[in-house]
């Protein structure tokens, strides 16, 4: 039998990272399986849901590199089937129409507490003989078996037993004729063919009810695995202050989604002590019964380390594009796509994130020349730099070859006639070529921005320190 599972976001908000977790995890499971895995948006909850929520969980999942193999299907399209099954149970006898009022029932709760019980729905309906009361709305409620426990294997959290006793009649349809969460969600499941569930452990204690459902409707009981929830470094659940964003903002913030990937995959899977996967291995080596029960714990320094990691081993064609990208929203307007390949390699032992290296590479895309950091002009612009400057400039205008090679030995003879240690000349040169006092190699700068943009920079120095007063 294929697995089929299934990744099923309420568009209420964004692809945080947690979310961005668990399709992760059934894109894992379904491939490492030769299964497939669907993307079902649950957006029955008209008022929180948004098309632009809908959107932006597409994009991040695009992003990732997660694509499901259909979909998306939209749950609120499917009201009609979900109401068919509703009343398909109450033909059946298993379920009925609760007619009580909200007085009623939280009168029936306050008594429940006053004798110290779990506030919970008696079931009086099931029993009610006289006839409903004209025009007074009914919900449906299924007829929860009583006694017993409920037994389930759960993947990842192991055998679980639910008292029947503890689940109340659990309304099928709302007063106003729609489905509750727990109806659409085993109605998709079964039509869509799921027979395995990844979901989150925040939704442990529903699936005893869907379970009972599933066994009224006669249908075949999907396996369950749970994932263990996100924590913050402090141990509270993840929230934004920890930096549950949106997975975009990652991307945004210069991540690679290979990194993200990698690091999501770490929240609660290991294998071995080896820390940096490509998807292909998180593929072959994933096991959902691996996945560890306790809380996982976000960690951005963790995330960063592994976003060099995956920097470093991607291709300067990869990275070039990612690099442009950066650049222009750094308000760069045009950055070079082959200036950015070449000069690649001088940034990526350097950064973490392509946002650090596009800061850092920045200089050799400006269209003007840089602005001198201050301090850094003050110290190192000086009117006595004005003859060794105007002698580098000179050779380097009829430098040839320009290349490393040749820059340097005009830069050395500058050097020896002059008198002047490597770093006298270097200091001052870096910072008419970039603005400040620290990049790459001071040649490899010069051969990468250029003889004309390089002489143009040499010369606007030399104004600058020849200046008057
Ligand atoms: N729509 C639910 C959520 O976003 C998930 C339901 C499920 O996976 O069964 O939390």
Redesign the pocket.
């Known amino acids: 039998m294929t697995l089929r599972t299934?990744?099923?976001?309420?568009p209420?908000g964004f692809l945080h990272i947690g979310?961005a977790r668990?399709a992760l995890f059934c894109h894992l499971h379904a491939r490492h399986n030769r299964g497939q895995w669907l993307l079902?948006v649950?957006d029955t909850d008209r008022e929180r849901s948004s098309e632009e929520a809908v959107a932006v969980i597409i994009e991040g999942l695009r992003w990732l590199g997660l694509v499901a193999d259909e979909g998306p299907y939209f749950q609120s399209r499917r009201t009609a089937r979900h109401l068919e099954v509703a009343h398909q149970l109450l033909d059946a006898g298993k379920a009925y129409r609760c007619y009580c009022t909200k007085e009623e029932l939280d009168g029936m709760r306050e008594e429940q507490r006053a004798r110290h019980e779990k506030p919970r729905y008696d079931g009086r309906c099931r029993r009610r003989q006289d006839p409903p009361p004209p025009g007074r709305p009914a919900v449906i409620r299924f007829i929860t078996p009583q006694g017993g426990d409920l037994h389930f294997s759960d993947r990842i959290q192991g055998d679980i037993r639910y008292p029947n006793d503890e689940l109340d009649d659990l309304i099928l349809v709302r007063s106003d004729g729609s489905p509750t969460?727990n109806l659409a969600?085993v109605v998709d499941?079964h039509d869509m063919g799921i027979n395995f569930?990844?979901?989150?452990e925040?939704?442990l204690s529903?699936t005893p009810r869907?379970i009972h459902l599933f066994q009224a409707l006669g249908w075949e009981v999907p396996v369950y695995a749970h994932m263990p929830l996100l924590h913050g470094a402090d141990g509270a659940k993840l929230s934004k202050r920890h930096g549950a964003v949106s997975v975009l903002h990652y991307r945004d913030a210069g991540f690679l989604p290979e990194a993200v990937n990698n690091y999501l995959v770490r929240l609660g899977w290991s294998h071995k002590d080896q820390e940096v996967f490509t998807m292909e291995e998180m593929i072959r080596l994933f096991e959902i019964g691996e996945v560890g029960r306790s809380a996982a714990i976000f960690d951005l320094a963790k995330l960063e380390w592994l976003n060099g990691q995956h920097l470093r081993a991607a291709s300067p064609e990869r990275l070039a594009p990612l690099l442009v990208e950066a650049l222009q929203r750094q308000g760069i307007a045009n950055p070079d796509p082959g200036l950015a390949k070449a000069v690649l390699p001088q940034f990526v032992e350097r950064a973490k994130t392509l946002v650090e290296m596009a800061e850092k590479a920045r200089f050799y895309f400006l269209e003007a020349h840089p602005e001198f950091d201050p301090a850094a002009a003050a110290k190192h612009l000086t009117p006595p730099m004005a003859p060794p400057l105007q002698e580098l400039r000179a050779l380097l205008a009829d430098a040839d070859p320009w290349d490393v090679t040749t820059v340097e030995a005009h830069f050395r003879t500058v050097l020896e006639r002059h008198h002047l240690k490597t770093g006298q000349l270097a200091q001052p040169v870096r910072v008419a070529l970039t603005g400040g006092t620290v990049s790459p190699g001071i040649f490899e700068v010069l051969h990468c921005l250029g003889r004309e943009t390089s002489l143009a920079r040499l010369d606007k120095a030399i104004a600058f320190l020849s200046r008057p007063g």
């Open positions: 299934r990744f099923a976001p309420s209420t979310g668990t079902r649950e969460y969600v499941d569930v990844v979901r989150g925040d939704h529903n869907q």
